[in-house]
Every structure is written in C-alpha cells, then in structure tokens.
C-alpha cells in the first residue's frame, strides 16, 4: 500500500515514520509513504496558500488552488482521497480495515487554519473522516491516526495477524477484557486464579465473561455525554 499525506509540516511526521510499528513497516516496505508539502503549490513568490474566508469570520482558510494542484500531482486512477475533518464521519475499526483492504493508494489531505475551500472537497476528495466530535488545531494527528488504524490491517506490517482480530472491536464481544503479565500479585492486587490454572477451556470461558461484562459497562457509559469531570 502507499499512503501519501499532504500537509504544510511534513517534517512532523518523520520521527513517527522512523519508529515503532509504521517505521518497521516503511523499512519492510509494507507501505511506502510520501511526505507533501501543499506549500511548494502556493502561489506567486511567496508561496501564499491561505486567504480570508468570503463573507467574513474569523481566521483564514486554506486556498483551493494550491491543494488541488498538490492533489493532482500524486493522484493516480488507483488513489483515494481522504480529506480528515471534524465534519467528516467518525473513523472505526471497520473503516480501518476496509480502506486497508479497497484502496491501494490512501492520500490524507491535513486541514489547517480554518479549513479549506470547499471547492477542493466537491473536486477530489472521496470521502471525509473524523476522528471524533472534537476540533484539533490540524489534520496532522488525525492523518497519523488514520494511518495507524490502517496500517494494522495491511499484510506484513503486524508479525501477528491473529493479533489484530482477537483486539477489541473485532472479537465477539466489543471490548477485549482484562490482561495480566507477570509479577503474579502487584500491590496487593492478584492475577486471576483461573490465569494460572493452565485449563484452556477455563481460561477462554473466563476472558469470554470479562470481555462482555466490560463491552456492557462501555454501551452504559456511551450512552452518556463525556462530560468534565472535576
Ligand atoms: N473550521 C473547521 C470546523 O469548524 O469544522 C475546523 C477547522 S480545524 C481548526 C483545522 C483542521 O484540523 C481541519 O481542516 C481538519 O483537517 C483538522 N481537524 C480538526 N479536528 C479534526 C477531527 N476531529 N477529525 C479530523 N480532522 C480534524
């Protein structure tokens, strides 16, 4: 898969292309990625990319030529375009795998300022996505969360596949429920009995149970507004 993010900071993304996971699967080329900088399209010598939104209101909005124009520059017949907006809809782990698995080439159009011309969202995205009901400042970190969630469901780029489907969302029960490695007692606190039994049978019964009592409590909890708590 190739994955090519546009965004006026390339270089904030090249330290978490280098590490962990998404730095092993670019070094396996897993995926390659490509860094574009929607300021080498701005226009005239100072390569101006914003301008004041028509009508008024705060802030500037980015133009739409420059990003159209560093569109067109990777698109290919087999890219998506993804443009990450708090108006988009709400990324999940089925969104993960299915642009993991319909899409060769993802470009994640980053947002900054105030946004950008709709003129560039009726002409080249496919599709909008949000990364949750709040505003972030850019669509850099929403752009590295998508690629993560993706990411994960690409063939090579995890060691164990078999990982990512017993991970919560994906099992049975909404949640994976609770996990313990050693010490055995850690303040007072015990690793399960049953853990240790070595009954298989047990063990899966057990994990089943805690699974779906905290998928439960988690649909009670969603059913309430987060709110601030002091
Ligand atoms: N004026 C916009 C609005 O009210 O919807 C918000 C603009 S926001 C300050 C700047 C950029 O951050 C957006 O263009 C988008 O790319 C990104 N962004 C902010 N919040 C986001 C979210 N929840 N999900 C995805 N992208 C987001």
Request: net charge neutral; glycine share 8%.
């Amino acid at each position: 898969m190739k994955v090519t993010i546009l965004s006026l900071f390339p270089e904030f993304f090249e330290s978490m292309l280098q590490t962990s996971i998404i730095g092993r699967a670019v070094r396996n080329e897993v995926c390659k990625i490509e860094l574009i900088n929607i300021r080498d399209f701005g226009e005239g010598k100072h390569k101006i990319v914003d301008d004041k939104p028509f009508g008024g209101g705060p802030g500037m909005l980015m133009k739409a030529a420059p990003i159209i124009e560093a569109i067109r520059s990777v698109k290919t017949k087999d890219s998506h375009v993804v443009y990450l907006s708090p108006q988009g809809s709400v990324l999940n782990a089925k969104k993960c795998e299915c642009l993991a698995k319909s899409h060769k080439h993802l470009i994640l159009l980053c947002g900054h300022y105030e946004g950008i011309d709709q003129r560039v969202i009726d002409l080249e995205v496919d599709e909008e996505i949000s990364i949750g009901d709040y505003v972030l400042t850019s669509g850099m970190i929403p752009a590295l969360v998508v690629l993560d969630g993706v990411l994960r469901f690409v063939d090579g780029a995890i060691g164990n596949k078999d990982s990512v489907y017993s991970d919560s969302f994906h099992g049975g029960y909404e949640l994976k429920g609770a996990q313990y490695t050693r010490p055995a007692t850690y303040e007072g606190l015990a690793v399960p009995e049953v853990l240790q039994s070595g009954n298989h049978q047990e063990i899966a019964s057990w994990r089943e149970d805690v699974a779906k009592q905290k998928s439960l409590k988690r649909k009670n909890i969603n059913t309430r507004k987060a709110s601030c708590i002091r």
